[in-house]
């Protein structure tokens, strides 16, 4: 095929994959498109980095959607004095025609500058652009960039980061040394001088290579001795920078080659927490994380094993048939499927590419779901993140897949909605609720709300609307789902308790006079709090909380199993884990006065085995450390044996375009980040900067404004006048109202 037939091949396809991606389906149907199958095509969006101190930095993946501020998080860029920012566009075939850009506060509400730039140079596939941004910014304070490129092949590409005019500006410094750390680690003679930034410990677990911080061995960080070579560039991002505080985040690939001479690739990510003296730099944190590339060789298939290598928990996943037969399991973002009958395994899915040598296919901002494994060996799973090639590249998203085993090589595509909000946020609610029900209906969370598919017909339904962090649980096999209809502090007229296999509705009614709040799941039983209408409890003229006068448990069924009720008490503040439920007793002193009594705590006396790495194990090489594996029921008689395939077909038949718009506005919620990654989404300051205190993470608010960060710190202060400096507080004081945030983290 020539080039022009090639081209005329992509423009024709490119045209058909937005021409149904801009076509609006209603709210409980969705319109089918024409049978498409073929391969996933490779990447093809252009790359955009930003220049900083003189080289590039800040590599920033390109989405054919606008998204939400909060994909921002992933980087940040350093403006010079000048407010000049250079950015280079490695172009791949596809070089911008027009160039576009905005500047925005962090909530995305103000707009600061738009711009289109008139000029830029272009050679060698590289466009090399210089955004003139204007003298409107003020210095100190973060903003949003959003880079748009005009593409004949893509049309709009969209490019986010955040960007800080820096009153004082350590950034270059610490983005050298997390370099140089990295690189010293694969040289154990250079490394010598890192030994002024490590904290090692005797009680520090060097079990396995895919974990090491600051506090592991030499030989941990040197990769216990292991001769890996660098497989292409070191991506050095800044990710954070708060007065003396910064976080660089550096990934990287490395290649080995084994003991029987198989070479492996194995996905690197160092994050390093880094703060400024006038001494010198110091490491606060720094957390290396290494999982292998799993190659599927027949070499690794032996006894009752099929070998992964090196990696996390967190990186691996398993599901078995109900007969048994057939394992399917994601290492690393790559799902397999092995038939332990016939000894067959099968590559299902991978945005992996042998032939990117660019590196947009390892992009690693996207994950995989095992939904079911039939007895026949269908396997059932959703794709969510950023689609790094194929039909939907560029796009965030969900995407439901089912492999069909008995045609060899084939996926079908169930559905695809589009996302505007990060991976992190899609991540969380895949792991909330993400389940194939009877009757071929799928039950997805995304946004908010919790979607229910019919996959034989493609209508949809709305099961549950505008959820809050808090105003809904699940329990811990994701096969029930509890929602209220109030707010987490004050609760509401009813709980509904939904199965997610049946599709089987109950309710929970408040009797009359009083509400009900969800609490959480007790060993698979619901516990729920009573409270009558209109108690409340303020503390210093603000309000605290709606205590309740009782506790429920019940089962799935609702049948009840236990009732807490302390004569003349009332509760506040609980918490439940999986075996105990954590309470505060109050005493009431007025009508919204109440006084602390004591702690109590409800324990489940019933212990269920978890099903967590069920199939899953490891062992001890004396030569890679800990070596994750799958557990096989039967044993491979001999590896060469065992045939190895992949799938080869992708196909459009049945896949719907799902638009879904909540329309939910951000709620008031703190968030907790901890090297590079959200740890958790929490209703008290106190809260989330517990959860991120160890790693040396930040606090943002809804707004991903960081209110909180422990690094960020001087070793003393003098208040020369206090009085001054807290006026901003104090005037304020008497405004306080239900939408502020008071000083210790509550919200009001």
């Known amino acids: 095929m020539n080039r022009t037939v090639r081209r005329a091949a992509v423009l024709a396809g490119v045209f058909l994959a937005a021409l149904g991606i801009s076509l609006a389906v209603s709210w409980n149907h969705t319109e089918r498109t024409e049978t498409v199958y073929a391969l996933m095509e490779e990447p093809s969006l252009p790359v955009v980095y ?65 711009t289109e730039v008139d000029s830029w140079t272009s050679s060698d596939g590289k466009s090399r652009i210089v955004l003139p941004v204007q003298n409107l910014l003020t210095q100190g304070t973060e903003y949003l960039l959003h880079i748009q490129l005009s593409t004949e092949l893509h049309g709009q590409v ?56 600051l506090k592991s061995s030499f030989s941990q960080m040197t990769w216990a001795g292991l001769d890996m070579v660098p497989a292409g560039e070191m991506q050095v991002t800044l990710r954070e920078l708060q007065g003396i505080m910064g976080q ?41 994380t290494v999982c292998q590339v799993f190659s599927g060789d027949r070499s690794l298939f032996s006894g009752k094993r099929i070998l992964l290598g090196i990696g996390t928990d967190e990186a691996v996943t398993r599901e078995k048939s109900e007969n048994g037969r057939y394992l399917a399991f994601v290492f690393n973002r790559d799902l397999w499927l092995y038939d332990q009958n016939d000894a067959e395994a099968t590559k299902i899915f991978s945005f992996r590419s042998s032939a990117d040598a660019s590196g947009r296919s390892d992009y690693d901002q996207n994950g995989i779901k095992i939904v079911s494994v039939s007895n026949d060996g269908d396997v ?92 809904y649980r699940v329990n811990e096999d994701r096969t029930c ?9 004050d609760g509401g007229s009813v709980i509904h308790v939904m199965d997610l296999d049946s599709g089987a509705t109950q309710d929970i009614s408040a009797p009359e006079g009083t509400v009900v709040r969800i609490l959480g799941f007790l060993q698979g039983d619901l516990v729920y709090g009573l409270s009558n209408e209109g108690t409340e409890w303020f503390s210093n003229g603000r309000l605290r909380e709606t205590p309740m006068y009782a506790l429920e448990i019940v089962n799935t069924d609702l049948e009840p199993q236990a009732e807490y009720e302390p004569a003349g008490l009332y ?90 718009e909540s329309g939910r506005q951000p709620q008031p919620c703190f968030l907790a980040y901890g090297r590079g990654h959200l740890l958790g989404v929490y209703q008290k300051l106190d809260q989330a900067a517990d959860a991120v205190y160890e790693v040396m993470g930040f606090v943002t608010d809804q707004y991903q404004r960081v209110l909180w960060n422990r690094v960020d710190r001087a070793s003393a202060k003098t208040l020369r006048d206090p009085w001054t400096q807290a006026n901003d507080m104090l005037r304020n004081m008497e405004d306080f109202s239900q939408i502020y945030l008071a000083g210790d983290g509550t919200l009001l």
């Open 50 to 114: 930003t220049e900083m101190y003189g080289t590039e930095k800040n590599r920033l993946t390109g989405y054919r959607q606008e998204m939400e501020t909060s994909v921002a998080r992933d980087s940040l860029t350093i403006l010079s004095e000048d407010l000049q920012l250079p950015v280079t566009v490695e172009e791949y075939g596809s070089a911008p025609l027009t160039v576009q850009y905005e500047i925005r506060s962090l909530d995305g509400a103000r707009l600061v500058e738009r």
């Open 158 to 213: 969209h490019y986010y980061t955040r960007i800080l005019w820096p009153e004082q500006d350590y950034a270059p410094e610490m983005m050298a040394l997390a370099r140089e750390f990295s690189e010293k680690t694969l040289d154990a003679e250079e490394a010598s001088s890192l030994t002024l930034y490590m904290e090692s410990s005797s009680t520090a677990d060097n079990s396995s290579l895919g974990d090491v911080t």
């Open 248 to 288: 660089v985040q550096v990934t990287y690939q490395l290649t080995r080659a084994s003991e029987d001479g198989q070479t492996e690739l194995y996905d690197v990510e160092d994050y390093y927490t880094i703060r400024w003296d006038t001494k010198r730099l110091y490491m606060m944190d720094m957390k290396r």
């Open 380 to 471: 059932d799973f959703m794709v969510y993140g950023y689609m790094n090639r194929g039909a939907h590249e560029g796009f965030q998203g969900l995407s439901l897949c089912h492999y069909d085993d008995s045609r060899r090589g084939l996926i079908e595509e169930k559905f695809f909605a589009p996302s505007d909000r990060c991976f992190e946020d899609l991540k969380r609610d895949v792991e909330t609720v993400c389940r194939l029900g009877s009757q071929e209906m799928f039950y997805f969370m995304l946004d908010g709300a919790v979607y229910g598919i019919d996959l034989s017909s493609g209508e949809y339904v709305s099961v549950a609307e505008d959820l809050t962090d808090g105003s």
């Open 481 to 489: 789902l509890a929602w209220q209809n109030g707010t987490l502090r």
């Open 571 to 660: 509760i506040a503040n609980v918490t439940v884990d999986d075996t105990r439920v954590h309470m505060d007793r109050l005493v009431r002193r007025g009508e919204n006065s109440f006084e602390y009594r004591d702690q109590d705590t409800i324990v489940c006396n019933t212990v269920e085995e978890r099903a967590y790495m069920e199939g899953i194990g490891w062992y001890a090489s004396e030569v890679r450390r800990k070596l994750y594996f799958i557990q096989l029921d039967k044993e491979v008689n001999s590896s060469r044996g065992v045939r190895i395939s992949a799938a080869q077909r992708i196909s459009g038949e049945e896949s719907a375009m799902l638009q879904l």
